[in-house]
């Protein structure tokens, strides 16, 4: 068979002040873009288990401008799309559908909305990709596609991984390539619209394999800079240690997406460092304790966490590492002092990088269904705006004009040449001062 595999890319947001600050402001969608530059690695690594003899095809759309350029002679299109793309996603699948080309989407939003899908396409890919795709493509092949595959309740072990298809891409346009070594989260965050959507388990790809795709990797980048696709990816201090002395041989660069305690650990922290980690980007929330409770749906970690933030963020940068800190603006009992709250405690802290964004709610979320179920949200079903900086439902403790306002007064605040260039010093000062 012939087949695409087509990842909706870039990066969107609706409120046109908010892009104007954006362009005009580096750091503040910075890892917004980042994300949107990187490549799909769920399809690439389609793409790395399809068997030999299929033609496989992986195309990126920014946009649909393009849309009637794309081959349509295809026996099979794959559509990866998270919600701010969705419609797009769906007319993509449409303008396929019209020349008879049969078309699966898949992706956090299909899984939690695979009957909204359905209206566009032949069939929703619902949980984790690789649990389906071989009887996706054996019953195209057939022509007997069922409407729906998979579900968030089915397994997939990371250990049967395939070799993600890294020599599909055209490398000179990246500046990052991804490797996954762990899936889930053991804290269940009641907005978190990460793989946590498609898997109830925490789950770890063995290290071997791991190095493995580094290793390809390589092979296409010599000195590549990597990003390590896990939403919480030190949660396993014990296997991470030998991978880490592992990776100090690969001589590469990286980052990835952790919880605070990986601080509590001095001999990972040097590892890390010692291994190549540039920055670990960490959820913090609020820099206030009381929106924290009851965020986490498991354990309430954050909440029980807070107090040792500001130590736990000087140790991590006093080892070289810098931190990326994320603030969620509008979150519940987040009243209009949140801004100034913010920019003090990332002041406070020497924070290298800071990522703002506004409280989303993701469908498939708790977070949704409260809202929802509160008659909270401004228009239900209108994905376009989640994109992480449009506001689309109405804050507990403050109007969506102090909002709006208050998040852009603080983007220019926090992204300004000259706060941005003092939190630069403030982390070469800890750095330089060890901790101590
Ligand atoms: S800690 Fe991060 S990855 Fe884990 S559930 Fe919360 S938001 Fe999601």
């Known amino acids: 068979m012939k087949i695409a595999l087509i990842a909706m890319s870039g990066i969107r947001c609706c409120d046109a002040e908010l892009l104007e600050l954006g362009l005009t402001l580096p750091g503040f969608v910075e890892r917004s873009k980042t994300i949107a530059s990187l490549p799909s690695l769920g399809l690439l690594t389609l793409a790395g288990m399809t068997p030999a003899g299929h033609q496989v095809d992986y195309i990126e759309m920014p946009d649909l401008a393009n849309m009637n350029n794309l081959d349509t002679d295809y026996d099979l299109v794959g559509i990866s799309s998270y919600s701010a793309q969705i419609n797009e996603a769906y007319e993509l699948a449409l303008h396929f559908k019209k020349a008879s080309v049969p078309v699966v989407i898949g992706g956090p939003h299909v899984t939690a909305l695979p009957d909204e899908a359905l209206e566009f396409c032949d069939s929703a890919a619902v949980g984790q990709g690789e649990s389906v795709w071989p ?94 696709a896990d939403d919480n990816t030190f949660v396993n201090k014990q296997y991470w240690k030998p991978l880490l002395k592992d990776l100090k041989h690969r001589r590469i660069k990286w980052f990835a997406e952790s919880d605070l305690s990986v601080s509590e650990d001095t001999e990972m922290l040097d590892l890390m460092r010692e291994s190549g980690c540039a920055q ?57 002092e949140i801004f100034d709250k913010v920019f003090e405690f990332v002041k406070a802290a020497g924070l290298y990088e800071v990522q703002i964004t506004i409280m989303t709610p993701f469908p498939g979320t708790e977070l949704y269904r409260k809202l929802d179920a509160e008659n909270r949200l401004i228009e239900k079903q209108n994905w376009e705006k989640c994109t992480l900086f449009d506001l689309n439902f109405i804050p507990s403790h ?27 010093e403030q982390f070469k000062k800890q750095f330089r001062r060890g901790g101590d």
């Open 398 to 424: 403050m109007s969506v004009d102090q909002l709006e306002t208050g998040f852009k007064k603080l983007a220019e605040k926090i992204y300004s040449k000259y706060f941005t260039n003092w939190r630069r």
């Open 135 to 228: 009887e996706i493509l054996n019953d195209c092949r057939r022509g007997v596609l069922r409407p729906v595959y998979g579900s968030v309740e089915r397994d997939y072990d990371l250990a049967c991984s395939p070799m993600p298809k890294f020599e599909l891409l055209d490398i000179s346009k990246y500046n990052r390539l991804t490797v996954q070594t762990s899936r889930g989260c053991p804290h269940k965050c009641d907005f978190c619209a990460s793989s946590v959507m498609l898997t109830g388990k925490y789950n770890q790809k063995p290290p071997q394999k791991v190095l493995a795709e580094i290793d390809r990797i390589k092979q296409i980048w010599q000195k590549p800079f990597i990003e390590f």
């Open 280 to 336: 670990i980007l960490i959820g913090l929330e609020s820099p206030t304790i009381e929106p924290l409770d009851g965020i986490d749906l498991n354990s309430n970690w954050k909440y029980k966490y807070f107090d040792k933030y500001a130590e736990a963020i000087h140790k991590i940068q006093s080892h070289g590492i810098t931190v990326n800190g994320c603030f969620i603006l509008g979150m519940e009992r987040q009243g209009p």
